[in-house]
């Protein structure tokens, strides 16, 4: 079908395929422009008419209607006589345009800025590049002066303008700020008043060495502000102005990566420059390779290789190629070992890609590599996430992995095995058994960072089941491992399980706060916010209610996912029991993470507190198939002590039948 689309960044033009079509004269090009300003929506035949003229003329509703069918045989030109029209609609009091959403070149330019704020810096340099270049003129052109355009005209110039001076800073920022200088040095000639604009046309010069220009734009900068407004520029300017002064090291040019974290982004943005950017196939699946190096890193190495990732996967899927997509998916393979995942969206379009790159594969034996891969991914990805796919997929990929014999695809499989064991409580020995098996095929195929994962597996698992000689050693293991392979992420791992030791052995309540409160500090910067957020606060809440002591919950903490845990609390120390109730009645099964238990015992503290049977006798029976292990331990972070104690406290509560339930100890806030 032949598309229709629709220019409004410069004069009114309506095109199909390329072509201009004819619009006849001035008021048919108006109400063209005026339908597309409403964005889809109807607009009443009587408001077109008053934007149309000043003083209507005694038929203008039937003029308006001529107009429209004049409209709607350019831009239909071969539909029926009688057949409703697709793209000028009549609906209700009027009409409405409706293309397809990128049909409109400034649709697609503010699709396009705000998608820019969602790249890494070259990929967002590159996409509001090509979206200023839809510019051909200012916004509906010939209509700068009908009052129906004004707002919208004054919108999309200032978006424009930010797009503008939002680019600049990603190349001055990318360290090309001599591209900057020409770009801005125009802007600025049209739009004098930007003291952004000012600010960047003064760094970029300094940063490529012409810091006497630089002083002189600052000072024009100044006096055009100070002559022509009465103001004197605003802080921005003045530090700016101080720092090259004073040649401020902080001004100087993005120094060349030193450590090896920084080498590796440095490798993998020139090797997306020349792929993904550019479509390589040749070269999607080394850099992938790059990205996966480069996640083991951590901090921003990680939150960085999340973004690209995801860029890598569409641009393989773009392809077509459904074996190509397959490996860039499933070359990903970066050992995960915590349950809730850090960016869910991103993890449900990876999940949405792999199943349907599954469905595009050859069914014969040869893709079996690949369709395992894909499965892994599918359970990884699908951490955390209550629903019978993930285990369905780990399960077929472990079998897939045994029955080729491949210690690789072995260990992928096994790490998304494990994402899938959290379901319900007790699981723990399941664990043990997967991070064993792992330590032992890592060590025999020289498979580093899965010999690490394992490690941790058995450090959550022992931790869980209270033998911490055991995960005592595991722990020393993994961090001999992590100096030897240079995995500083393992240290946060570390830093929290010698924490929840502290806290398991009883120490006074203070020591173990403190060392709760020190490994948090390591979080900072990590780039695992699917770890970071609410751990802290649960954690300080665990360790209260194992002591005795009022849960003493803070409503403004951020509690991140595990908020609707910690609400009830807060209600209850501040009196309102019904409201608490309810929040508790309201509560849905924790994920299956390996915070499951621990969760389960903060619902249980409630129940206990509001003497609710129902919710007493549901999280007993979440938590009695953990009998015997440390509530939460199996997170190798945090405990609320041991399961016993809880299921006793329950049963003590519940009584006998026909005896009201009593609160024993139970924590009000």
């Not at 004049?70 to 209700?92: I, K, Q």
């Not at 709760?516 to 695992?528: K, N, P, S, V």
Request: charged fraction near 25%.
């Amino acid at each position: 079908m032949e598309e229709v689309t629709f220019g409004v960044l410069g004069p009114v033009t309506a095109e199909r395929d390329g072509d201009a079509l004819g619009l006849r004269g001035p008021r048919h090009r108006a109400l063209l422009a005026r339908l597309v300003l409403a964005r889809r929506r109807v607009v009443p035949v009587a408001r077109l008419v008053e934007d149309l003229w000043e003083a209507p003329p005694a038929r203008a509703v039937g003029t308006v209607r001529t107009f429209v069918g004049d409209l709607r045989r350019s831009l239909e030109p071969g539909r029926p006589r009688r057949a409703p029209a697709r793209l000028l609609v009549t609906e209700g009091p009027g009409y409405a345009l409706r293309p397809a959403p990128d049909a409109v070149d400034a649709w697609r330019f503010e699709e396009a800025v705000a998608l820019a704020d969602r790249l890494p810096g070259d990929r967002a340099e590159a996409r509001l590049g090509a979206a200023l270049g839809e510019w051909r003129g200012p916004a509906y052109a010939e209509f700068g002066d009908e009052g129906w355009a004004r707002a919208e005209r004054a919108r999309l110039t200032e978006l424009r303008l930010h797009a503008i001076e939002r680019r600049a800073d990603l190349l001055v920022g990318l360290g090309r700020a001599a591209e900057a200088v020409p770009d801005l040095d125009a802007h600025l000639a049209e739009h004098p008043w930007r003291e952004e604009a000012w600010r960047l046309l003064a760094l970029a010069l300094y940063r490529t060495g012409r810091q006497a220009d630089a002083l002189a734009v600052l000072r024009r900068a100044r006096t055009l502000l100070a002559g022509e407004l009465g103001i004197d520029p605003g802080p921005r300017l003045r530090r700016l102005e101080a720092g090259v002064l004073a040649q401020d090291p902080s001004l100087d040019p993005p120094a060349e990566p030193a450590d090896a974290a920084a080498r590796l982004w440095s490798r993998a943005t020139e090797a997306y420059d020349r792929t993904v950017a550019t479509g390589s196939r040749a070269r999607l699946e080394s850099a992938v390779g790059l990205l996966r190096d480069l996640a083991v890193t951590g901090g921003g190495g990680l939150e960085a290789a999340r973004e690209h990732r995801t860029a890598a996967v569409v641009a393989a899927e773009e392809t077509g190629d459904a074996e190509l997509a397959a490996r860039v998916i499933g070359a990903y393979d970066v050992p995960a070992v915590w349950t809730r995942g850090d960016d869910p969206e991103a993890a449900r379009r990876i999940v949405t890609a792999a199943e349907r790159t599954l469905a595009a594969l050859p069914d014969d034996a040869g893709a079996d590599p690949a369709r395992c891969r894909l499965l892994a991914t599918v359970a990884l990805e699908s951490r955390g996430v209550r629903s019978p796919r993930g285990p369905e997929a780990a399960a077929e990929a472990e079998r897939i992995a045994r029955r080729l014999d491949d210690p690789a695809l072995l260990a992928f499989a096994l790490n998304g095995t494990f994402m899938q064991s959290c379901a319900t409580a007790g699981l723990a020995p399941r664990r043990d058994a997967i991070g064993a098996e792992l330590v032992a095929l890592a060590r025999r195929h020289g498979l580093d960072s899965h010999e690490v994962l394992g490690h941790l597996i058995r450090v959550q698992a022992r931790s869980a089941l209270a033998d911490f000689t055991t995960a005592d050693e595991h722990a020393d293991a993994v961090e001999r491992l992590a100096e030897r392979y240079e995995r500083p992420l393992v240290a946060v791992f570390t830093s929290w399980y010698r924490a929840l030791r502290q806290a398991a052995a009883g120490s006074p309540y203070d020591r173990a706060e403190a060392g709760y409160r020190a490994a948090a500090a390591r979080l900072d910067g990590a780039g695992m916010p699917g770890l970071e957020r609410g751990l802290l606060p649960l954690a300080l809440l665990g360790l209260r209610l194992a002591h005795g002591r009022p849960a003493g919950v803070d409503p403004r903490a951020d509690w991140g996912p595990y908020r609707p845990w910690a609400e009830p609390f807060a209600l209850l120390r501040e009196g309102r029991d019904a409201e608490a109730r309810s929040a508790l009645r309201a509560l849905s099964e924790p994920p299956p993470d390996l915070l499951y238990e621990a969760l389960c015992c903060a619902e249980a503290a409630l129940a206990l507190a509001l003497g609710d049977r129902t919710a007493l006798r549901r999280t007993y029976g979440r938590l009695l198939p953990a009998a015997g292990q440390l509530a939460g331990a199996g997170s190798g972070l945090l405990t609320f002590g041991p399961v016993d104690d809880w299921l006793a406290a329950i049963r003590r509560a519940l009584g006998p039948a026909g005896t009201a339930p009593g609160a024993p100890a139970a924590p009000r806030g």
